[in-house]
């Protein structure tokens, strides 16, 4: 079993910043790429921002400059800090682990998602 735990989330207004955290534990021989999605109302899951164990990021066009992806491989976390917030980011943000567990088989498990609303 793997959990994604997901925290920092909140209202803030336009132009203030955020840091969510992503937490993966359990039964996890080694993550390969951790990643944020975001689901407006209305809109399809996009991705945010991903990153690899080897440190290689890809973030959406929508957010370059403004967000920023970092991880902790020895704790198994992800953080996305969020500046220049914009009523466009409001979004549910979900975690993202692409991962080999245990028993060696790879799968990808997603947290609870975790609301950011972003006033104007």
């Known amino acids: 079993q793997v959990q994604l735990v997901e925290s920092g989330g909140g209202l803030v207004q336009a132009g203030g910043s955020l840091r969510l955290s992503c937490a993966a534990s359990?039964?996890?021989?080694?993550?390969?790429?951790m990643g944020w999605y975001r689901q407006a109302p209305g809109k399809q899951r996009e991705l945010v921002a991903a990153i690899t164990s080897g440190g290689s990021t890809n973030y959406a066009d929508s957010v370059k400059g403004r967000f920023t992806i970092s991880r902790d491989t020895r704790k198994n976390t992800v953080y996305l800090q969020m500046n220049s917030l914009t009523p466009e980011d409001t979004a549910i943000y979900y975690c993202?682990?692409?991962?080999?567990?245990?028993?060696?088989?790879?799968?990808?498990?997603w947290g609870q998602g975790t609301q950011v609303t972003v006033s104007s």
């Open positions: 993202n682990a692409d991962l080999i567990g245990t028993t060696y088989y790879r799968n990808s498990y």
């Open positions: 359990g039964s996890i021989f080694i993550i390969n790429v």
